[in-house]
């Protein structure tokens, strides 16, 4: 498998539990850190790598989504003679081109990964590298239906399955031995500091609450100035605390808060794709309000609210509902809970990966 997203420690759960079936013999390439455009070096983190051989790979073109590449990749094929190649990329990224090539030179299988929910028309280049990866791969894994229909429209007409590209583990993002008390509300927001992300959405929301609360911003990106200048412009930079964590120590971070705001809102190049704070939060017994950008009531169903997105008034509403109804907090964390156990777990999307690479090579009928 090659695969950047797999610097972060708490994803390498998923190859953990990859590793436990006997007839998978599993390396795994990545950098030694993915330079993020907005949240800057995100470095290897090596907390579960056991039963799999976990190696750092030379990257070129760092932190460029669609030119970075893994040079040395054709000699990692060479010496380890994999019956398949798992690109856990973009089909229109060079780095998929390249590692498809190499495959396919070499006579293995291969398949890509992709969260695309966007119908989108690339530049000549990069639209007939997408072309030749659609049409010479072996299979492909999509994060929601909604990427399938994307790359069904693309032109893809070889075999795929709809797997989340990871899980939780339950026994990590569990919740709290003890209920918090207390009477400030703590509200969470956990990922990219940038517009599209409704930051400045949820902030307007808060101003509109009655009752004491505190908003925990967990993330860094170009918005962060901006949202500190205005929380002090609505008169409670006092209420609202930035920070980062590594992946590690995020299930502590959840036991902290009451609720998790998403607030995403759609834009021309992006909706949500998935949500993985949505599941994590919901793992930990944390009710989710989520705007209907996306893939996000897909994820969340009934064990969370939804609200139409970009519309404070109704964020500001569920938050409030939240605040002061308690029974409502833990009948919503309980179906979150259950949701991920029945649907997110680590385990489950590492079955379900495994199976397709069974199928994959299964003889034809």
Not at 218 to 244: E, H, I, Y
Request: neutral net charge; proline residues 7%.
């Amino acid at each position: 498998m090659l695969s950047k997203a797999c610097v972060v420690g708490a994803y390498q759960r998923k190859l953990e539990e990859m590793a436990h079936y006997e007839d998978l013999d599993l390396r795994v390439l990545v950098p030694s850190g993915w330079r993020d455009p907005d949240r800057g070096l995100i470095p290897l983190e090596r907390a579960h790598v056991e039963g799999y051989d976990l190696r750092v790979a030379p990257i070129r073109f760092n932190g460029h989504f669609h030119l970075h590449y893994y040079p040395q990749f054709g000699r990692e094929v060479q010496r380890f003679r994999p019956d398949i190649v798992h690109i856990d990329e973009e089909p229109y990224n060079l780095a998929t081109w390249h590692a498809l090539r190499i495959a396919r030179r070499a006579g293995v299988k291969s398949l890509f990964f992709s969260w695309q929910n966007i119908l989108r028309q690339y530049p000549l280049p990069v639209r007939l590298g997408e072309r030749w990866t659609l049409n010479h791969v072996d299979h492909a894994i999509m994060g929601t239906r909604s990427a399938a229909e994307v790359w069904e429209a693309k032109g893809y007409r070889g075999p795929y399955a709809v797997i989340p590209q990871f899980g939780v583990d339950p026994d990590l993002f569990t919740p709290p031995d003890r209920s918090r008390r207390g009477g400030t509300f703590v509200v969470g927001f956990v990922g990219r500091l940038v517009e599209e992300k409704g930051g400045a959405l949820l902030l307007d929301a808060l101003a509109q609450l009655n009752g004491v609360w505190q908003l925990d911003i967990l993330g860094d990106g170009p918005q962060k100035a901006a949202l500190n200048a205005q929380a002090r412009q609505l008169r409670f930079a006092d209420r609202v605390t930035f920070g980062s964590l590594p992946s590690v120590r995020m299930p502590g971070y959840y036991q902290g808060i009451d609720a998790l705001a998403v607030p995403s809102l759609t834009r021309e190049n992006w909706k949500e794709q998935f949500g993985r704070v949505i599941v994590e939060a919901m793992a930990c017994g944390v009710p989710v309000i989520g705007s209907n950008s996306g893939a996000i009531p897909d994820v969340i169903e009934d064990a969370g609210l939804i609200f139409p997105e970009g519309d404070v008034t109704a964020l500001a509403d569920r938050l409030q509902r939240l605040m002061h109804t308690p029974d409502l907090r833990r009948d919503l964390a309980a179906r979150g809970r259950a949701r991920v156990l029945a649907h997110y777990t680590q385990a489950q999307v590492a079955a379900q990966t495994v199976a397709v690479y069974r199928t994959m090579l299964a003889p034809p009928p």
